[in-house]
Nanobody
Framework: QMQLVESGGGLVQAGGSLRVSCAAS????????MGWFRQAPGKEREFVAGISWSGRSTYYADSVKGRFTISRDNAKNTLYLQMNSLKPEDTAVYYCSARDGSVTTTSGTYNYWGRGTQVTVSS
């Protein structure tokens, strides 16, 4: 089993930056694709970014492309999401996830989830 714990969320003004992290324990993440999803109140959980097990391939939702960067440090069992040029519409709970195999954009295909960290962007 893998446990995922997010951290680094908070309140930031529009145009600002924030980095959220996800620490994994229980088993190594080195063989797993990982992703970030987010869920705003009253909306479905949506894919934000994904990264292959090696870190060589990354994927982004169109809404965050060019502003967010996903990365991972397998030696530290940690996943990151650097968020720049934040907008009020980025406000959501951000979830870390992991799955065996390749990155997908479908939340139902991920086996492991964190509890989420709140990111609030004020206008």
């Amino acid at each position: 089993q893998m446990q995922l714990v997010e951290s680094g969320g908070g309140l930031v003004q529009a145009g600002g930056s924030l980095r959220v992290s996800c620490a994994a324990s229980g088993r190594t993440v080195s063989g797993s694709a990982m992703g970030w999803f987010r869920q705003a109140p009253g909306k479905e959980r949506e894919f934000v970014a994904g990264i292959s097990w090696s870190g060589r391939s990354t994927y982004y939702a169109d809404s965050v492309k060019g502003r967010f960067t996903i990365s991972r440090d397998n030696a530290k069992n940690t996943l990151y999401l650097q968020m720049n040029s934040l907008k009020p519409e980025d406000t959501a709970v951000y979830y870390c996830s992991a799955r065996d195999g390749s990155v997908t954009t479908t939340s139902g295909t991920y086996n492991y989830w964190g509890r989420g960290t709140q990111v609030t962007v004020s206008s």
